[in-house]
């Protein structure tokens, strides 16, 4: 009688030496998680590019609205407008796995700061979600 390999939670292990078949299973399920990240991937990288799209288009219309105003309103308008513009450079071709190393950075070089900001983010999303 074949004695079966069994795994921490007392189940029977997927990788029997004897045959090949838990090998394969890992290694679809290998195959299929990569898949899965690359389309997810994808996704978000066509996401920043509208984002960055949709940016600029807002940066135009604060840069229109502050057109028509006062000269104070203009300056504060156009000042907003160029951070705008920036925003959307930085996102523009940029890809989530140079977004991801770029929060990395931040995070290491400033921990504390980045634990303040989650925390605040969580709390207003928390509140939100109450309403």
Known sequence: MESQEMSVDGNPSL?????????AVVDNAEQSKDSRQSQAKEKLDGAL????????????????YGRGASENVGQATEKVSEQL?????????TS???LLE?????????????????????????R???R
Request: no cysteine; aromatic share 4%; glycine share 10%.
């Open 49 to 64: 590019n509208d984002t960055s799209d949709k940016l600029r288009n807002l940066a135009q219309k604060v840069e229109d």
């Open 15 to 23: 990788s029997n030496p004897d045959s090949g078949e838990g090998s």
């Open 85 to 93: 513009n920036r925003g959307a450079q930085a996102l523009q071709g």
């Open 96 to 98: 989530v796995d140079r």
């Open 102 to 126: 770029q929060f990395q950075d931040v995070i290491k070089r400033q921990p504390l700061t980045s634990i303040g900001i989650a925390l605040g983010v969580g709390y207003f999303l928390s």
């Open 128 to 130: 939100i979600a109450k």
